[in-house]
């Protein structure tokens, strides 16, 4: 899968949920019924947004690559 490619580890739980650790954030990944949600933790902080199925995969990856 894609999230693998970027380094994400599956939740060993929940299927649907994804985590992706790098060294200034991290990021949970959530496959929803309508959206695909990324919730980015940096310095204690948590910035949630929601992404459209409609969007491409490419966007998606780089908006979460992008960060907080």
Known sequence: MWLTDLGAVKD??????????????????????EDLVVIWESEGQETKRLFSYCINREDVENAILQGP
């Open 12 to 33: 060993v739980n929940n299927p649907s949920k994804w985590y992706l650790l790098l060294s200034n954030w991290n990021a949970t990944i959530i496959f929803e019924q």
